[in-house]
């Protein structure tokens, strides 16, 4: 039936999505019926928040609920962050809840004023059976989404499990703004989420990980007994009054997604749909985005499919940036025993920008006064200087802002000697007079056999030394003050390949050279060539090869050393277990897969003058199941630094061809801020940094020492001094070249 014309709708559930979904498909004249197994007055949970972006939705929609919902809200503007017992206020949040039995109300009211069919303490038919007899089944049936469950061949739902529980209380008192507090117990770390939803009541979240849980003995409490535990837990907070349930319980956060959202004439809304973690506020306010925008696809498409498809076409990416936001912050509170040694300034700004959608930018917008504490905290030396351009010492050398370009292979030695040649004086060169404080070289290979591809450079011979060191002299000369670091590394079985513009990782059509690597395994089972499993003697041969490169490497003047083992490359082939199957001292236990990576580093560091630098890239993770785990990478990034690494540059994945990584802005930063906040270690962070927002915000929260960028100086070779202009920034840390001085200011755009 063509959505535009009158169609009998049901609705599988009533909650706020549903409800709502309900009310505005009735407004347009469909006849509409809502299935609800529980009575009106059910609910669980306590207050609802909304954002002013998702109420300016419902105004434009429909301006009585809106109007309705106007007369219940309690707005706030603080976020109190109390980190042992020290309270810390930041302002401009704004934020506006109700209590979710009162919003229920007004969209029964709603639904009732509009001829809507409410079916309280009813199951809903089964999905098939209400698709057989209405144009329009929307299943709006929760987390728990029968429907969902029932058309999974089709849907292809994923759900995960977070690590920590937590329970949703409530309070008979307003706070004052929404509040976060932490309680280190005997036990661990516990936290308090909890806010105003009237003039008289706060919802209050109790959550810890799951070993906490545990450990407290709260897997055996009831409900009465967890709410008095926890008033007693945080009674300060609570200003010695009690705590109470609503059907609460212990749970644990599952994320939702689906494939598809729409089978036929079914189309999932909210939490059946999608989820994301409370610590975002976003549950209700993604249930009545999805109603606002089914709606308005029924209303603007010619037929039901049509329909279906746009509304899952305009929500998903919305949906996919809101779920990253709220896996990041899922996961800082997860982590958060790992931050509170941080001082407090330090902690409640890691707090607030925990998802990625706060920023330092825009914090400062909201409350200025705030944001420059936490920048005098950090060492920002005056307001006129940002984060990103304070330096930081690395034994002996003084990087001049905290703005690194990240190797990047460039493929264009010339002949396939590994000889670096204009090409690389040029685009080093450019970059270093962008005003980054430290330019690094691609891996430079350590032997021909080492290379990746005929275009990769090499520091094997006296001629390839000859060439880097009229590169770096160039850097010194021109560029004063811009450090330039050398990246060393082997191929491992990852090499002998094609360009990558020519057919990344596939192998060389004619002139192979053999590969080697910890294990007899290809990269690409069936593609790429099996490589031969390094001996004894092979080990000691590359690890004099890699030591002769650094003896090179410093007699050219580089400032840095980079030790690569990361990416799959030889070096990384050896940490992770799903590359190193060796039975001798070389595989097995972590303790034996850091062996020949160390010793590669032991030899590096003992012929790397002692005043210079030395930095290890890992892989944080390979986003392949059974490889290194999180606790992995901090013992692997302890191990280096044990042994005298300066920092950690931490990537991750290109270990296996199978990964999966979990793409998104700065989707890297968290392996860096886990090392980091773990070991006290400096780390370099990397991994779609694409803003200087999000330098700032990751120096500030203390995620991140340096932040590396690559894709952004390839686009703008002048990015850092760019982003200097920007925040109107001309101090020493981005001094502009004095033949560029007169660019130091953006030129006007068109006639104004």
């Given at each position: 039936?063509?959505?535009g ?34 009575a009106?007055?059910d ?69 009732a ?57 409530a ?10 507090e ?10 308090l ?53 609503n ?9 939702v997604t ?27 306010k993604l ?24 509304y ?45 959608r706060?920023?330092?930018d825009?914090?400062?917008?909201r ?34 802002n ?70 770096a002299?160039f ?19 990852k090499?002998?390949t ?48 890699f ?16 030790l ?26 972590l ?20 005043d210079r ?39 991750t ?24 906040n ?26 991140a ?11 703008d ?36």
């Amino acid at each position: 039936m063509p959505a535009g014309s009158a169609m009998r709708v049901a609705v599988v559930g009533g909650g706020p999505g549903g409800l709502y979904a309900a009310a505005l498909l009735a407004r347009q004249g469909h006849t509409v019926e809502v299935w609800e197994r529980g009575a009106p007055e059910d609910t669980f949970g306590f207050g609802v928040v909304l954002s002013d972006e998702t109420l300016g939705g419902i105004e434009r929609a429909d301006t009585v609920v809106y109007a309705a919902l106007g007369a219940e809200f309690v707005r706030w503007d603080d976020i109190d962050i109390v980190h042992r017992g020290r309270l810390l206020t930041s302002g401009g949040h704004g934020f506006a809840a109700l209590g979710r039995r009162r919003l229920l109300e007004l969209l029964h009211e709603r639904c009732a004023g509009l001829g809507v069919r409410l079916r309280f303490r009813t199951p809903a038919p089964a999905a098939e059976v209400l698709a057989a007899s209405y144009d329009l089944v929307v299943a709006a049936d929760g987390v728990h989404s029968a429907t969902r469950q029932s058309g999974a061949a089709h849907f292809r739902p994923t759900l995960t499990s977070g690590h920590c529980r937590y329970i949703w209380l409530a309070a008979d008192f307003a706070f004052d703004a929404f509040r976060f507090e932490i309680a280190e117990t005997e036990h661990g770390v516990m936290q308090l989420h909890a806010y105003p939803y009237s003039a008289d009541a706060s919802t209050v979240i109790v959550e810890m990980h799951e070993t906490v849980w545990r450990a407290a003995g709260f897997d055996l409490c009831d409900e009465a007994e967890s709410a008095a535990r926890c008033a007693k837990i945080f009674g300060e907070a609570l200003r010695g009054r009690p705590l109470h349930g609503n059907r609460s319980a212990w749970t644990e956060f599952r994320t939702v997604t689906n494939e598809r959202w729409s089978h036929g004439n079914v189309v999932l809304l909210g939490d059946a749909a999608h989820t994301a973690h409370f610590s975002i506020g976003s549950g209700t306010k993604l249930a009545v985005e999805d109603a606002l925008a089914l709606a308005e696809a029924v209303a603007a498409e010619p037929d039901v499919p049509a329909a279906l498809a746009a509304y899952e076409a305009a929500r998903r990416p919305a949906v996919a940036s809101t779920q990253r936001a709220a896996a990041a912050s899922m996961r800082w509170f997860e982590e958060i025993a790992g931050y509170v040694d941080q001082p407090a300034r330090q902690f409640a700004f890691n707090l607030l920008t925990r998802s990625r959608r706060v920023t330092h930018d825009n914090l400062r917008l909201r409350d200025e006064r705030f944001t420059r504490a936490v920048e005098r905290d950090f060492g920002c030396p005056d307001e006129r200087t940002p984060p990103m351009f304070t330096p930081l010492k690395l034994r002996g050398l003084t990087l001049r802002n905290r703005v690194v370009v990240s190797p990047m292979d460039m493929y264009s030695a010339q002949d396939g000697d590994g000889m670096p040649g204009d090409f690389h004086l040029v685009h080093l060169g450019a970059r270093a007079l962008g005003g980054a404080a430290l330019v690094m070289t691609e891996m430079v290979c350590v032997s021909a056999e080492g290379r990746i591809t005929p275009g990769c450079t090499g520091l094997y011979t006296a001629e390839q030394a000859a060439a880097w060191t009229r590169i770096a002299d160039f850097v010194h000369t021109s560029a004063p003050g811009t450090a330039l670091g050398v990246q060393l590394g082997h191929a491992g079985r990852k090499g002998s390949t094609r360009l990558m513009w020519e057919g990344m990782d596939d192998p060389l059509p004619e002139g192979n050279w053999p590969v080697v690597a910890a294990s007899a395994a290809p990269y690409r089972p069936g593609v790429s060539a099996v490589p031969r499993t390094l001996t004894a003697q092979d080990l000691a041969s590359i690890r004099s090869d890699f030591a002769a490169a650094a003896v090179r490497a410093a007699g050219c003047g580089f400032d840095l050393l980079e030790l690569h083992c990361a990416h799959g490359y030889l070096l990384s082939g050896f940490l992770s277990p799903l590359t190193n199957h060796r039975t001798d001292a070389y595989g097995g236990p972590l303790e034996n897969r850091l062996r020949f990576p160390l010793e590669v580093f032991d030899a590096v560091r003992a012929v790397w003058p002692a005043d210079r630098p030395m930095t290890v890239r890992i892989s944080a993770t390979d986003w392949a199941p059974g490889g290194t785990s999180a606790q992995d990478a901090v013992d692997i990034a302890a191990a280096f630094a044990a042994h005298g690494a300066d920092a950690i540059d931490v990537s991750t994945g290109q270990v296996v061809a199978d990964e999966r990584p979990e793409y998104g802005r700065s989707y890297q930063t968290p392996y860096a801020d886990r090392i980091r906040n773990a070991l006290g270690v400096p780390v370099i962070a990397v991994g779609a940094i694409s803003s200087w927002d999000d330098v700032n915000s990751l120096l500030l929260a203390g995620r991140a020492d340096l932040c590396a960028v690559g894709r952004p100086h390839l686009y703008d070779p002048h990015w850092t001094l760019h982003a200097a202009a920007d925040q109107s920034y001309e101090g020493p840390a981005a001094p502009w070249p004095a033949p560029y001085r007169a660019g130091s200011r953006k030129p006007p755009a068109g006639r104004g």
